[in-house]
């Protein structure tokens, strides 16, 4: 069996593996110079990126509207993506819980079992931020969705 040896450091062999263990004492790091953080404007930031916040913004608007023309045929998946984007991120959408719990509740009946528990989950985090109104109104809209696209 071979032993290694290293500056500053202990070794042991393995006697089941054969292979060699070994405990290395680093020295500490040394203190850090403290640099100030420089901040970046938009402009910087957008010449840096290549790309600007309106063109950001035009995006992903037409990613919500992607997202809805495949909702309205009744795609689970793009439903699911349509409300997250209504509930949590307010990208491209304002954030607005009534909308998130519509298209939430169309992607739980719409979706395969495999995915349905995720969609309910997400249906009832909304739900808990609506009146009862808003959520009555949100089933009723669902509900006439559902009859007017009924899965395949």
Do not use: I
């Not at 062999?13 to 901040?39: D, I, Q, S, Y």
Request: no cysteine; hydrophobic share 30%; glycine share 4%.
């Amino acid at each position: 069996m071979k032993y290694f040896h290293f500056a500053d450091s202990k070794v042991a062999p393995l006697p089941k593996l054969g292979r060699v263990v070994r405990e290395r004492r680093l020295p500490a790091p040394p203190e850090e110079e403290k640099r100030p953080v420089r901040t970046v404007t938009q402009e910087e930031w957008d010449r840096l990126t290549g790309k600007s916040r309106p063109q950001e913004e035009e995006y992903e608007r037409q990613a919500v509207g992607r997202l809805r023309k495949a909702s309205e045929q009744g795609h689970a998946e793009a439903q699911y993506l349509l409300g997250d984007m209504y509930y949590a991120r307010g990208e491209g959408a304002p954030e607005d819980y009534a909308e998130a719990y519509l298209w939430f509740n169309l992607a739980a009946t719409y979706a395969d079992a495999s995915y349905r528990y995720e969609y309910v989950a997400s249906r009832d985090r909304a739900a808990e931020e609506l009146t009862p109104e808003q959520r009555a109104d949100a089933q009723r809209r669902a509900r006439e969705f559902f009859e007017a696209t009924p899965p395949d």
